[in-house]
C-alpha cells in the first residue's frame, strides 16, 4: 500500500479536494482499493464522507497516536493507496503524519501569498526525507503567474505536469459529497483528475526503479 499524505500550510489550498478527487479516481482508474484519512479538527474530509451516498472510498477512523497501526490495518486489508488529509498548519501532528508518507503532495495556488507560504511546508517534508510533488490547483486561465509558480516551485521539487484549473465544479461536487469526475465523466475536471493521477502514479514508478538500481549497484 502506498500512503499519500497531502499537507500544505496554506489554509485553502485545496487539500480536501485534492484527497477527495485523488481516492475516487484511483478506484474510478481500477488502480486498486483506496482509503482515506482525515487527520484535521475541521473534518471537512469527514463531512464530504458522511453526505457521500458511495460505499467507496472508505473512510477509516483512527485515532492520532494509532495512525501507524491503522496504517498497517489497511493494508492488511487489501488497500492499494490511503490518502491523509492533513490540517493548515505547522504542526508536530503534522510532522508525525508525514514520517507516515510514501509520497507527500503539496497544493498550491498560483499566488505570490501561497509561494511564499510554500517554503516551511517544503523544509518539513525535506527534513522528513520524503519525496514530494507540487500540485498547482485553482489555477485561473492563462494567466502568467501560474508559468511563475511553475518555475519557482521547480526550485524546490517535482512539480505535477497536470494542474488543477479553478473550476466551480470542484466546489459544486464536494458539497455534495461527490468528485467532479463523477459529475461530469467528459469534462475538463475529469481530463486534469486523470492527468495529475497518472503523475501521481509516476512518482511511484520511479522510486521503486531508483531503489532497484541503487540494489543492483550494491550487488556488484
Ligand atoms: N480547483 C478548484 N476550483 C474551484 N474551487 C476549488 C478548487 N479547489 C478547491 N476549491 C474550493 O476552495 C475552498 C478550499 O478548498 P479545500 O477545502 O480543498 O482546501 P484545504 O486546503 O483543504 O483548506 P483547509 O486548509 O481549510 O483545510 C473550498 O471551498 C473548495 O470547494
Ligand atoms: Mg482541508
Known amino acids: 500500500m502506498k500512503t499519500i499524505v497531502i499537507t500544505s500550510q496554506k489554509g485553502g489550498s485545496g487539500k480536501t479536494t485534492l484527497a477527495a478527487h485523488l481516492a475516487v479516481e484511483a478506484e474510478r ?15 471537512t474530509l469527514t463531512t464530504w464522507h ?11 477512523e483512527v485515532a492520532l497516536p494509532r495512525l501507524p497501526q491503522g496504517l498497517m490495518q489497511l493494508e492488511a486489508q487489501g488497500a492499494a493507496y490511503c490518502f491523509i488529509d492533513t490540517a ?13 508518507a510514501d509520497l507527500v503532495l503539496i497544493p498550491v495556488r498560483p499566488s505570490p501569498a501561497d509561494l511564499w507560504a510554500v517554503s516551511s511546508t ?11 510533488l507540487f500540485v498547482i490547483t485553482q489555477a485561473k486561465p492563462q494567466a502568467s503567474i501560474t ?10 521539487g517535482r512539480v505535477a505536469q497536470a494542474f488543477i484549473a479553478d473550476r466551480v465544479p470542484y466546489a459544486v461536487a464536494i458539497t ?15 481530463e486534469e483528475i486523470a492527468a495529475l493521477w497518472q ?21 556488484g
Open 147 to 156: 508559468a511563475q509558480a511553475i518555475a519557482a516551485l521547480s526550485q524546490h
Open 50 to 60: 458522511d453526505r457521500r451516498e458511495a460505499e467507496t472510498p472508505g473512510l477509516a
Open 122 to 132: 517544503v523544509e518539513i517534508v525535506k527534513d522528513a526525507g520524503k519525496p514530494l
Open 176 to 190: 455534495g459529497g461527490r468528485t467532479a469526475p463523477e459529475i461530469s465523466p467528459r469534462s475538463p475536471a475529469a
Open 199 to 219: 503523475d501521481v502514479k509516476s512518482c511511484f514508478n520511479e522510486t521503486s526503479k531508483a531503489a532497484k538500481q541503487k540494489r543492483s549497484v550494491a550487488n
Open 29 to 43: 482508474s481500477g488502480d486498486g482499493a483506496a482509503w482515506l484519512i482525515d487527520t484535521d479538527q475541521q473534518a
Open 88 to 100: 493548515p498548519a505547522h504542526s508536530e501532528q503534522n510532522k508525525g503524519v508525514i514520517q507516515l
